[in-house]
C-alpha cells in the first residue's frame, strides 16, 4: 500500500501562486510515477502533470502549459506542482496520484491521495 497526503490549497486570487505537496509514504515504488490530477464540480477529473522518477520526464496539459511545474523529490518521497499564473477555471480539487506508467489517463494510476481545494476568486 501507497499512502498519498496533498497539502498546500487554499484560496487565492487569479494571477496568484500557490504550490501544492504530495508526500508518500508506505511501499513506495522504484520507477514509479507521480502525476496531478484535477476536479473541479460536475466535471470529471482531468490530467494536470506527470514527472518520471528520475524528473527527466515530464507531461502538461496544454490548459496548464507554461503556468504550472511539476517536479518531485525521491529522498523525501515527495512531489510537488507550483502553480503561477492561477485562473479562475484552475478551481478545483487537486489530487495526487502515483503509478507505474506516465499517463494522462486516471485510471491507470493505482494510487491516490484525498485531495486539495484550489480557489481561485477574481
Known amino acids: 500500500q501507497v499512502q498519498l497526503v496533498e497539502s498546500g490549497g487554499g484560496l487565492v486570487q487569479t494571477g496568484g501562486s500557490l504550490r501544492l505537496s504530495c508526500a508518500a509514504s508506505g511501499r513506495t515504488f522504484s520507477n514509479n510515477r507521480m502525476a496531478w490530477f484535477r476536479q473541479a464540480p460536475g466535471k470529471e477529473r482531468e490530467f494536470v502533470a506527470a514527472?518520471?522518477?528520475?524528473?527527466?520526464?515530464?507531461a502538461y496539459a496544454d490548459s496548464v502549459k507554461g503556468r504550472f511545474t511539476i517536479s518531485r523529490d525521491n529522498a523525501k518521497n515527495m512531489a510537488y506542482l507550483q502553480m503561477n499564473g492561477l485562473k479562475l477555471e484552475d478551481t478545483a480539487v487537486y489530487y495526487c496520484a502515483t503509478g507505474q506508467v506516465l499517463s494522462t489517463v486516471p485510471g491507470t494510476y493505482r494510487y491516490w491521495g484525498q485531495g486539495t481545494q484550489v480557489t481561485v476568486s477574481s
Open positions: 514527472i518520471t522518477w528520475s524528473g527527466a520526464g515530464t
